[in-house]
């Protein structure tokens, strides 16, 4: 039951996705010819609590490691992001399953995730705001948990609304993983770059022309 529900979901994402990249074409044009009035991004970053209550990181932890991500998607995509709720960093209350505590990231282990118990519990714990048209300028929410398998960070891009990060994903040389998830979650592929932000591994935090276009027009980045 559970599976056929989150393909439910992930089915819906994907037509929302479609119309809505419709719906944003002139923004993906204007932002091709060089269009950079500043953009919104909803976010919400939910650190969650173990088995025994306690937080995976610190609130102040989080909100150190993401200056730079937020600063990256600034300067290359123009996107301010904003808390979809009050403070942009909070702590979940209670504890996550095991499921979602260790979620895995392997090749397409997000989406066996997101099948699962774990995918569930991130669903029905996400951030969410009312009914936007096509999803227009719906939020995103970060799961800040134990540890994403196999990687430090992931994401479902269009398919859904939510990113899963770890502490190795918000700390030391790796700062602008939450910045490479989100471009992931605006619909943003792989690129092969040196210095391209979508590069799977390295430091890399630049966007091209095309990059920024197709993030703009994404249905989260908004100008209201
Ligand atoms: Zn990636």
Not at 1 to 13: E, H, N
Not at 49 to 76: F, H, I, T
Not at 151 to 163: A, E, N, R, T, V
Request: glycine share 12%.
């Amino acid at each position: 039951m559970i599976p056929l529900a989150a393909g439910a979901t992930q089915s819906l994402s994907l037509v929302r996705e479609v119309l809505s990249r419709i719906v944003g074409a002139p923004d993906f044009v204007a932002t091709l010819a060089g269009a950079r009035r500043e953009k919104k991004l909803r976010l919400r970053i939910v650190v969650v609590r173990d088995g025994d209550g306690r937080p995976v990181a610190s609130v102040k932890e989080v909100e150190a490691a993401l200056g730079e991500s937020l600063r990256v998607l600034e300067r290359e995509a123009q996107t301010r992001v904003v808390p979809a709720d009050g403070s942009l960093v909070a702590l979940m209350e209670g504890p996550a399953p095991p499921e979602a505590l260790d979620a895995p990231c392997s090749t397409n282990g997000l989406w066996r995730t997101d099948l699962g118990l774990g995918g569930r519990w991130f669903r029905a714990n996400r951030f969410r705001a009312g009914y936007r048209f096509l999803g227009r300028g719906a939020p995103l929410t970060v799961f800040v948990v134990h540890d994403v398998v196999g990687k430090c960070g992931c994401s479902l891009g269009p398919f859904g609304d939510y990113i899963t990060i770890d502490a190795d994903g918000l700390a030391g040389g790796t700062k602008r993983i939450l910045a490479h998830e989100i471009g992931h979650s605006c619909g943003l592929p792989h690129a092969k770059g040196q210095d391209n932000l979508m590069r799977p591994r390295g430091p890399g935090e630049r966007m091209t022309r095309l990059q920024r276009a197709v993030f703009r027009s994404s249905r989260h980045v908004t100008y209201l």
